[in-house]
């Protein structure tokens, strides 16, 4: 457990690396901070905007937004 921790650290830490230098990915992110998860549960939820659009929008890797399960699963408080 320990070892696929640290490999998803290190994942994550390579991908914000590559997003600060250029910008949003060619495949799009995977890891979303805390800022951003908020930004994509309001548009879903508040705005009422697809996974796909959201996902376009802000540059995310296909599926993502519907990993976060149905409205109501995950929520911004």
Avoid: N, T, Y
């Amino acid at each position: 457990m320990l070892a696929a921790r640290d490999r998803l650290a290190q994942e994550a830490e390579r991908e914000f690396d590559e997003v600060a230098r250029r910008g949003r990915g060619a495949q799009g992110r995977q890891f979303l901070d805390v800022g951003l998860l908020r930004h994509v549960l309001m548009l879903r939820d508040e705005k009422g905007l697809s996974g796909e659009e959201i996902e376009r929008r802000l540059g995310l890797r296909k599926g993502i937004v519907g990993r976060l399960g149905a409205k109501g699963v995950v929520e911004s408080v």
